[in-house]
């Protein structure tokens, strides 16, 4: 892997895989009594949030705690940035400190490259969200659940999803996440289709390798997975679409919907829902939706980021088979 992850772009095939697959390891730690390795000891993380976020944040430091990593939170709100401090004085002050990761959300589109590529810092950068432009690390959470729900946790280890159908669906023009997951699941292999309103469609939309559609109920049948995406009110400044009734009544999802989709496939959202809006509670609390599920599989993605970032080159989780082979030889 590289020494950062800032876009989703950034990553081949093989790439993707190996987190995907490292994933797969930190999944089995959940389930341990004990949910901890020792992987990070000694190792400083920074989360460096000047946005508010709470389960993005939240799942990166359980991720950081996991792997035994000391974590420090920096919150823009009351810090020496609401006084005027510049990324670069932040950046400075956190090398000075001997932080080994910093892990960046922000407002505007590119500080975490900037960060990384700066010489500011000589730490590994990892983007959590910058402005509408990437969000890594959900869009392999989402790949994630989608290879363990379509192919299964254990036959997909090595697999990409070539020959699977993805929608995503709604306010695309300010999502980063949407951005991100076109990136990667054709990186994977996938077929993207989006679906929005023309006006919350971006400029340019026909050089991203994915299909467009303004029809939602003509796409349903043919997808394994649809992910509703949420409309970003805080980053609209104009009237995209004519009332949320409207909007709900073309591009939501309800159960009449959901019944014309394939039996196996899934519904997702990257999250926070809106109820009643882009999803009704129905569709929301169905088997079929993996909302939860995401921020379950979102510790495990960001435990084998780091833990390939940071860590060193064997397995995550060590085998007791292999240990005690290992220990009677000595």
């Known amino acids: 892997m590289k020494r950062h992850l800032?876009?989703?772009?950034?990553?081949?095939?093989?790439d993707a895989v190996l987190i995907l697959d490292t994933a797969e390891e930190m999944a089995r730690v959940a389930d341990r009594p004990i949910k901890k390795l020792p992987a990070l000891r000694g190792r400083t993380v920074c989360n460096l949030f000047f946005e508010d976020s709470t389960r993005t944040r939240i799942s990166f430091e359980a991720a950081e705690k996991r792997l035994s990593a000391d974590v420090i939170n920096f919150a823009a709100k009351g810090s020496s940035v609401s006084k005027g401090e510049s990324l670069k004085d932040t950046a400075q002050t956190l090398e000075a400190m001997g932080v080994d990761a910093v892990v960046i959300r922000h407002s505007a589109s590119g500080a975490p490259y900037r960060l990384?590529?700066?010489?500011?810092?000589?730490?590994?950068?990892?983007?959590?969200?910058?402005?509408?432009?990437?969000h890594p690390t959900q869009a392999l959470l989402d790949a994630f659940t989608m290879r363990r729900r379509l192919i299964g946790p254990d036959a997909g280890i090595g697999q990409d999803l070539s020959g699977k159908r993805i929608t995503l669906v709604g306010d695309v023009l300010h999502s980063r996440v949407a951005r991100s997951n076109v990136d990667l699941l054709h990186t994977l292999g996938a077929e993207v289709t989006l679906v929005a309103p023309p006006t919350l469609v971006p400029v340019g939309v026909e050089t991203w390798p994915c299909e467009v559609s303004y029809d939602l109920d003509g796409v349903l049948s043919k997808s394994d997975a649809v992910m509703m995406l949420r409309v970003q009110r805080e980053r609209m400044n104009a009237a995209f679409f004519p009332t949320e009734r409207e909007y709900s009544r073309r591009y939501g999802l309800d159960g009449e919907r959901m019944a014309r989709m394939p039996e196996h496939a899934l519904v997702m959202h990257p999250g926070p829902m809106v109820r009643g809006m882009e999803i009704t509670a129905e569709v929301a609390d169905s088997d079929r939706c993996t909302a939860v599920e995401q921020v379950a599989n979102g510790v495990s993605i960001r435990m084998a980021v780091l833990y390939l970032l940071l860590g060193g080159n064997e397995p995550a989780v060590t085998n007791p088979r292999t240990e005690n082979a290992r220990t009677e030889e000595k």
């Open 6 to 14: 800032i876009s989703a772009a950034d990553l081949t095939r093989d």
């Open 116 to 134: 990384a590529n700066s010489g500011w810092i000589d730490a590994p950068v990892i983007n959590a969200g910058d402005g509408t432009h990437q």
